[in-house]
């Protein structure tokens, strides 16, 4: 039972580069999120998704792109990085945003930009 | 707008003794409230929700709406209780919001 799956797990990119965070789940479930985590700020929230085909931003959304053309994939896109993205990133998926829902998180990427 | 405070960063406790995580929250309704842990080299996940009134691996919370706090307790702290502890709420139709985290150090 897979979770939630992320990658990379470790990433170096330059300042201007473009890529993409990887995330999948296996459960079925209609929330997903993005969250950045940084020392002493804890998780902010990037961009969620409610289900297939929608999507909305988070506290933090800049330089950042989703998508949501499936229920299990939501990819995380950065434009032209820059070395404020430098983070761990944590995509998470719970079943509904209903209370009391618990959310899973996947292993995180630490992705450095130079 | 909803906001979760953790107003230590890091607390240092001797193994066996009291602990108390401290989590205020400000939010015009009625929240779901959680605490996450994250050990080390292990993803985040849920250690328990006011909802259930249970009390995980020790640990229990309880919500004190006249203070609008959440604060995390165990008697006996293990060293195993080591980990970065996150205070959470979900306020109504909306996703989680995480407070700033406290490291808790066990020592022995």
């Known amino acids: 039972n897979a979770g939630v799956t992320q990658t990379p797990k470790f990433q170096v990119l330059k300042t201007g580069q473009s890529m993409t965070l990887q995330c999948a789940q296996d459960?079925?479930?209609?929330?997903m999120s993005w969250y950045r985590q940084d020392p002493g700020m804890g998780l902010r929230l990037i961009h969620y998704?409610?289900?297939?085909?929608?999507?909305d931003q988070g506290e933090v959304p800049n330089g950042y792109n989703v998508s949501r053309s499936t229920t299990e994939d939501f990819p995380l896109r950065l434009l032209s990085a820059a070395p404020s993205q430098t983070s761990v990133y944590f995509c998470a998926s719970s079943y509904s945003f209903r209370m009391n829902t618990e959310a899973f998180f996947g292993q995180g990427t630490r992705l450095t930009v130079v | 707008a909803q906001r979760v405070t953790q107003p230590e960063k890091l607390l240092s406790v001797f193994k066996g003794a009291p602990v108390e995580l401290k989590c205020n929250y400000s939010?015009?309704?009625?929240?779901?409230l959680f605490w996450y842990v994250q050990y080390s080299r292990q993803r985040l996940q849920l250690l328990l929700r006011h909802i259930s009134r249970e009390s995980i691996k020790g640990f229990t919370a309880d919500l004190n709406k006249g203070e609008t706090s959440f604060h995390l307790k165990k008697p006996f702290a293990q060293e195993e209780d080591s980990a970065m502890y996150y205070c959470?709420?979900?306020?109504?139709?909306?996703?989680?919001?995480f407070g700033g985290g406290t490291r808790l150090m066990v020592k022995p």
């Open positions: 939010y015009s309704g009625s929240p779901e």
């Open positions: 998704s409610v289900g297939a085909g929608i999507t």
């Open positions: 959470a709420l979900i306020p109504a139709g909306n996703m989680l919001t």
């Open positions: 459960m079925n479930h209609e929330y």
